[in-house]
């Protein structure tokens, strides 16, 4: 029961509700969209980075459970100033020591989704590069 | 009446769930309230029962074994077939055994479409289908360069607008595929009324009998189907299970998609001839444990009453169609208003709460719904939705399986609402 409510503690539906970073970037160096195909949630992350591959601007958008979009949003607030390898790094330990709270089997792919499409606009950043 | 009813005849949910024993288990500590029949149906102890003593006293290989176990295997294979095409009211020379309802649609559309569709040919299904009866068509259709075009649904509710259908027809469709009971909308499709119109106009009908079967009486016959595929784990069978209905004359003009064993009447070293009728669709070992789990869910389906299924779940659905939107004043619902016109199942959004986030807050009261798209992701990009929550009901849903329900609801109007 402890567990539950963590889920849906303030922190997590303040940003379900007022996600930070939501919008579009006027310039975005890359756009890569993600998608959980067994749910529908998606997710569009834009970054800004310098030659060095240091993530300077970001914006989120998208649709889904407040899961996928508290934990991207609090992503999104931890990315400017960070390498591209840094991220690339990063697993499910590290978003849910954003949210806070340990997310079961069912629902990890939702809190992983913006982390996923980050990782994936870098990969694609690179691979263009 | 038997032991599953009432003094009046109507079903005892609480006599009934005394069949299942998981409704009596606690998964995570809780009691189990189980509201996704519609993605795989409980199975009953007599189904599994019959599927122990099939394996312990009866299993061989049918259709080949000179021995008399052999015999008793082939004997419980094809009489829990001809069990089955009973239950549909159908000859058991013209039910195939497959290992699913996709499998059954997937041999319409790529055996008897790929022999009869050719460049410029339409095929029509509605926007509705489970992606089961929409990928195999789309798939057929690129490969002849066929048409595939689509019976159009409310961009509100997402009934289907029937009546567009006579419109569709002046394209003279050669087959027009649908879903007897849509999985998400709840609603049955006319088939008594659509199959002459559709065989007017030159057509076949397949339909999908998925969430048909199980929650109302079928008879394949009055539905003026040509080709029926259903599923045996939404029945309380296995997951293993399925099966496809034609007229033998179909079944007959139609090439085996899968060869091997069991479904050949000569091989040489460069060629073969086939098995006539069913045995040509059913390559290697039949999955006879699966077709015996199949018939005992058909008789205890029986026993129960299919009347009696569909009037009770008539009854739980009006209880969800009533309550819903006092426990979640902002659920969009779709389909019919009116639970007598419903099979099974209410699907809803709600704004507040997304569908996800109300499955994981409805599990900690041992809720189980579910979430997602449910395979219709069409209809739901329709209707400008990436998500709704399904209940659906079964003959053992009982009043306080819907209490939790509504109960959890509303615990999620108050998470998200503050």
């Given amino acids: 029961m402890g567990g539950m409510d963590d889920l849906y503690r303030e922190q997590i539906l303040e ?53 996928s979009q508290a934990s991207a949003s609090l992503l999104t607030d931890e990315l400017r100033g960070k390498r591209a390898e840094e991220i690339t790094a990063l697993g499910s330990p590290y978003v849910m020591e954003l949210l806070g709270v340990e997310v079961g089997p069912s629902r990890i792919h939702c809190a992983l989704l913006g982390l996923e499409t980050t990782q994936k606009a870098l990969a694609t950043w690179r691979n263009r590069s | 009446m038997s032991d599953w009813h009432t003094p009046g005849g109507q079903l005892d949910p609480l006599k009934v769930r005394a069949a299942y024993p998981i409704l009596s288990t606690t998964p995570g500590g809780r009691p189990l309230h189980y509201l996704d029949s519609a993605a795989t149906a409980q199975r009953p102890k007599a189904v599994v029962d019959a599927v122990s003593n099939f394996l312990l006293t009866a299993n061989a290989n049918p259709h080949r074994g000179a021995y ?9 294979y094809e009489g829990a077939r001809a069990r089955t095409a009973a239950f549909l009211g159908v000859p058991a020379e013209e039910l195939v055994m497959l290992g699913s309802a996709t499998e059954a649609l997937n041999l319409v559309a790529r055996s ?27 798939q057929v259709t690129r490969e002849v360069d066929a048409d595939l075009e689509f019976i159009p649904v409310d961009d509100v509710t997402g009934e289907i607008l029937w009546d567009r259908l006579e419109g569709l027809l002046k394209l003279r469709p050669k087959i027009v595929a649908v879903g007897h009971v849509s999985n998400v909308l709840g609603s049955a499709a006319p088939l008594a009324q659509i199959a002459p119109q559709i065989h007017a106009a030159g057509g ?15 008879n394949i016959p009055d539905t003026g189907a040509d080709f029926y595929a259903f599923s045996a784990h939404k029945m309380g069978a296995l997951f293993s299970g399925g099966g496809l209905w034609a007229r033998a004359h179909l079944l007959n003009g139609m090439n085996p998609i899968e060869t091997g064993g069991d479904m050949i009447r000569e091989v040489r070293l460069r060629d073969a001839t086939f098995a006539e009728g069913t045995q040509k669709f059913e390559a290697g070992t039949p999955d006879a444990s699966g077709t015996v789990a ?29 309550e819903l939107p006092e426990a979640l004043p902002d659920a969009r619902i779709l389909g019919p208003r009116d639970a007598k016109d419903r099979i099974g199942l209410v699907s809803f959004s709600s704004d507040l709460v997304h569908a996800h986030d109300l499955a994981t807050i409805l599990d900690r009261r041992g809720v189980a719904i579910r979430a997602g798209h449910h395979c219709a992701m069409p209809l739901h990009e329709q209707l400008e939705l990436s998500a709704t929550a399904r209940v ?27």
């Fill in chain 1, 15 to 67: 940003h379900h509700r007022t996600p930070h970073n939501f919008g579009q970037l006027a310039e975005p160096t890359i756009s890569v969209d993600g998608r959980n195909p067994s749910c529908g949630d998606l997710i569009t992350m834009q970054l800004q980075l310098d030659a060095e591959g240091l993530i300077t601007d970001v914006a989120f958008s998208g649709r889904g459970c407040a899961i």
């Fill in chain 2, 68 to 76: 008399t176990l052999g015999g008793d295997a082939t004997a419980a």
């Fill in chain 2, 112 to 138: 008897w479409g790929r022999a009869n569709l050719s460049r410029g040919d339409v095929v029509l299904v509605t926007e509705a289908e489970h992606h089961a009866n929409l990928i195999p068509w789309q």
């Fill in chain 2, 204 to 218: 076949l009908l397949a339909v999908d009998g998925c969430q048909a079967v199980a929650n109302m009486p079928v």
């Fill in chain 2, 294 to 322: 199949l018939a005992a869910a058909c008789d205890f389906i029986d026993d129960l009453g299919r009347e009696q299924i569909h009037a009770h779940e008539v009854r739980m659905l009006e209880r969800v169609l009533r």
């Fill in chain 2, 392 to 418: 659906s009901v079964a003959p053992y849903t009982t009043d306080e399986d819907l209490d939790a329900l509504f109960d959890g609801l509303r615990d999620a109007r108050k998470i998200f609402a503050r």
